[in-house]
């Protein structure tokens, strides 16, 4: 959809401890032209339209308020804590998000490839939701309520990697 792909995980992702834990793990990426830099994405993808649409859920329904400003410093580095989620890790190029509940992780990446005119970023965006331990079965599950939006989960990701990659564009 939209030139977006469903993909492995690349080596050295921040989320591959969540793959190793039995997690649900999702990943996906596109590919822009000239160099973006993880801030630059990072910012575009938190202030799309369909995003701010999120925000202002968040906004209502948990009391979890937030700007394009906070996104932008979100991006640069010098905040943590932005709407629902809070930073679990980050590096040069990486961001892994927990949300409030630590139920879910939000991840980002990019990685140049090419060199001059044919210098391009592949973006990547995936999520984990960690499994809970049924007190009656001992079994660890995601649980209902993330199964039964999963399919929408996924065309949601996709969309939002989109909008990001058409805003950098």
Known sequence: MFSIESCPLPDDALLDKYVRSGAYTDCYRTVVCGHVTHAQFVGAFYTTLIFKLERMILKLAVSKPSSDAQ??????????????????????????MSDYQGRTRSWFMVLPVGSGNNRKTQLYFGSAVIPVQNEETGRRSIGLGFRALLGFHKIYSEILLYSARSRLE
Do not use: K, P, T
């Not at 410093?73 to 990486?94: H, M, P, Y």
């Open 71 to 96: 996104a932008r410093q979100l991006a640069n580095g010098s905040i943590d804590r932005f709407a629902a989620w809070q930073v679990e890790n980050r590096c040069e190029n990486q961001l892994l």
